[in-house]
């Protein structure tokens, strides 16, 4: 039976493959990955906030920058979760 990682992983392919390909050399630290999580759960935090406390009677072009601020913070989570180390660099634009 395949793990979850691996399923999600598989779900995921079409937003990883781009990250994880190529054969340049990269630099990674394990501290790159804690970050990108940091910054993913920031930007989802601050999307869920904008949605809570944003007022009944507000125009419907706010919604964008919840909208974009969302999939940032998925984004950054579902490279930080499921991502390569080279897929990690690449985010961060880590090259040699």
């Known amino acids: 039976m395949p793990s979850p990682k691996n399923v999600a992983r598989r779900l995921f392919s079409p937003l ?4 994880e390909g190529g054969d340049q050399a990269y ?6 990955r804690l970050i990108l999580w940091v910054v993913g759960l920031l ?8 949605a809570i406390f944003m007022p009944k ?5 706010v919604f964008i920058p919840i909208c ?27 090259r040699k």
């Not at 930007?43 to 904008?50: N, Y």
């Not at 009677?57 to 072009?61: E, L, R, S, V």
């Open 16 to 19: 990883l493959s781009p990250l």
């Open 27 to 32: 630099t990674y630290t394990p501290r790159a």
């Open 43 to 50: 930007f989802l935090g601050l999307a869920s906030a904008l």
């Open 57 to 61: 009677d507000i125009d419907i072009a």
């Open 68 to 94: 974009i601020f969302g999939l940032v913070g998925l984004f950054a989570i579902i490279v930080a979760w499921l991502g390569s180390e080279r897929a990690i660099a690449k985010v961060w634009g880590n």
